[in-house]
Structure formats: C-alpha cells, structure tokens
Nanobody
Framework: QVHLVESGGDSVQAGGSLKLSCTVS????????MTWFRQGSGEEREGVAGIFTGAEKTYYADSVKGRFTISRDNAKNMLYLEMNSLKPEDTGKYYC???????????????????WGQGTQVTVSS
C-alpha cells in the first residue's frame, strides 16, 4: 500500500507560480512511476506530468510543456510539480498518483494508476 498526500495548492493570479508537493509513504519501493493529474470542475481528469523513479524520463501534457516541471526526491520520498506562468485554464484539483508494473497504455491513462492522493486545489484568476 502507498499513501500519498498533496500540498501546496493555492489561489494565484495568472502569470504566477506555485510548487506542489506530494509526500509518499508506505511501500514506497513500488512507486516506480508517478504522475500529477488534474481535474477541473466538470472536466475529466487529465495527466499533467509523469516521471520514472530515476527521473531518466519525464512526460508532459502539451498544454504545460515549458511551464511545468516535475521532479522527485527519492531520498525524501517526495514528488514535486513546479508550475510557472500559470493560466486560468490550469485551475483544478491536482492529484499525485502511483503506477506499478506492468505498465500498459499511455502514461496519462488514469486507470493505469493504483494509488492516488486526495488532491490539492489550484485556482488561477485572470
């Protein structure tokens, strides 16, 4: 079992920045691939950014490339999402999630993920 707790969500003006954190506990050894998802009001959950254990490869949604950076600190069991140049369309609840092998489908497919946090709200006003 893996327990995930997100933090760092806030209300900011467009153009601002935020850094989200996800604390990982429990059987952290299975957290091979982790991703940040977000879900706006009335919208489907979408993958924002994903990363492997060794950070050897990262994935980003087209809508956030160049603005968001995913990273992890395995020694501290932490996952981060640094968000810059925020836009109103970035508003939503942000979740961290863990996928365990075998990995199937796209990194952004939510059914691939076994463990989820409760989310942290990000609101960007224009």
């Amino acid at each position: 079992q893996v327990h995930l707790v997100e933090s760092g969500g806030d209300s900011v003006q467009a153009g601002g920045s935020l850094k989200l954190s996800c604390t990982v506990s429990g059987n952290t050894g299975v957290a091979n691939f982790m991703t940040w998802f977000r879900q706006g009001s009335g919208e489907e959950r979408e993958g924002v950014a994903g990363i492997f254990t060794g950070a050897e490869k990262t994935y980003y949604a087209d809508s956030v490339k160049g603005r968001f950076t995913i990273s992890r600190d395995n020694a501290k069991n932490m996952l981060y999402l640094e968000m810059n140049s925020l836009k109103p369309e970035d508003t939503g609840k942000y979740y961290c999630a863990v996928a365990v092998p075998p990995f199937t489908g796209s990194w952004s497919d939510s059914p691939r993920y076994r463990f989820w946090g409760q989310g942290t709200q990000v609101t960007v006003s224009s």
